[in-house]
């Protein structure tokens, strides 16, 4: 049975027909409006793998949790590469995984923080009012006013962290945590980081920064301070200046960017080091490199993601805590969505943009 939605024991029943209906609303497309409707809600929408300006918010059927399944009042999510992934099937690749000809998913959305509203009496975990975040980078729907998830997909939001810094704190800094636990950090190793202000690298450099560690980090001309405010030793502009001219000095190199090689940033690495990027390379060489390298001394480790249930934990500590504190570049309302994507799109975001709903 769904609390707050529906107390008729053949709630999962009517819950079915009403999905269906809602498939059928979206399949005939739905009217453009402002205004919602309690059976309603306002979503980012995509019928085919398309560029920004063709976004639309339109008015659908809002969804119904089904068993096990918790409704969520989303009150702020992001847009991030995986979205922008997710809006244009690049590289074609991605298409197996979201749908070949058309996206399998009309909504769009990755992460995601807000209230729940409804609850499967099925679920123990939560109740309503409870304040939760997650994400989902094969698509969580979240760039809309509702959205279910169940209970494994969801996380308490740690007390006294708004909606926009929990949204904030998800698929970067879940990819960030893939970089130190594949790793052994100790207190006075040298780390570089490349791509410092992304995502990735902006939870990354504070991540790092709970060991006590000599901090190397690039970043643009106009993220100066804001690098600076993180807590680095050392600082290369990457508009001036090539990193991979600095001395034989580093324990750990971390491309968080993915825009160097193992081969180029070799020479920095000491005897005994390990290199990682978030990407695959080139050539794809990042896939094949550990392997190679796995009996020499300079290594090169591939970042496979753990899992939800291990990152989000460890960021909700550092988060209660107060020992990070996600980067907010931009904030954007629902209905200038298209413009926060063609921002992001523009490759000049600084870590993390912001959808308020
Ligand atoms: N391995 C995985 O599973 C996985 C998952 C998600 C993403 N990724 C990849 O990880 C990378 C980072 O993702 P993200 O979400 O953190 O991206 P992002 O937020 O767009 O950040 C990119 C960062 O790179 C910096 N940058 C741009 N050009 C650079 C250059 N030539 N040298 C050094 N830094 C440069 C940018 O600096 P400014 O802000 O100062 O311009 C920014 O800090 C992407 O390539 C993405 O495809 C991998």
């Not at 939870?203 to 301070?225: E, G």
Request: hydrophobic share 35%; with cysteine; proline share 4%.
């Amino acid at each position: 049975m769904v609390e707050g939605v529906c107390k008729n024991p053949n709630s999962s029943y009517i819950a079915r027909i009403y999905t269906q209906t809602i498939k059928k609303r979206i399949d005939i497309g739905a009217i453009r409006t402002k205004k919602t409707n309690l059976r309603n809600m306002l979503a980012t929408i995509r019928r085919k793998y398309t560029s920004p300006k063709k976004l639309k918010i339109e008015e659908i059927a809002k969804p119904v949790p089904s068993e096990n399944e918790v409704l969520v009042k989303v009150q702020a999510t992001t847009v991030n590469r995986t979205d922008f992934t997710n809006l244009t099937a690049k590289p074609f690749i991605m298409r197996f995984f979201l749908g070949l000809i058309k996206p399998k998913k009309i909504i769009l959305g990755t992460d995601f923080a807000g209230e729940v509203i409804a609850v499967d009496s099925n679920c123990k975990s939560y109740k309503i009012g409870d304040k939760v975040f997650g994400f989902n980078d094969s698509g969580a729907e979240s760039q809309a006013e509702y959205l279910t998830a169940t209970e494994e997909e969801l996380f308490p939001i740690p007390e006294d962290i708004e909606y926009k810094t929990a949204a904030a704190s998800l698929e970067g800094a879940h990819y960030a945590y893939s970089f130190i636990h594949k790793v052994n950090i100790k207190s006075g190793q040298r780390v570089l980081i490349n791509g410092a202000t992304g995502g990735i690298g902006s939870a990354l450099l504070q991540f790092v920064n709970q060991y006590d560690v000599q901090i190397t980090a690039t970043r643009n001309t106009k993220n100066k301070a804001l690098i600076k405010s993180l807590g680095v030793d050392k600082i290369y502009d990457f508009t001036k200046e090539d990193f991979t001219k600095d001395k034989k000095n580093y324990d750990f190199i971390f491309d968080a960017v993915g825009k160097s090689t193992f081969r180029k940033c070799k020479p920095l690495l000491k005897e005994s080091s390990i290199y990682i990027s978030s990407e695959l390379g080139p050539k794809g060489q990042n896939a094949y490199l550990p392997l190679l390298t796995k009996w020499s001394g300079k290594k090169v480790i591939f970042p496979i993601p753990f899992d939800k249930s291990k990152t989000i934990p460890y960021i909700s500590n550092l988060l209660g805590s107060e020992a990070f504190e996600p980067v907010i570049d931009r904030e954007y309302p629902l209905e200038d969505i298209s413009e926060a994507y063609s921002y992001v799109i523009s490759g000049q975001k600084t870590a993390n943009v912001i959808i308020n709903i």
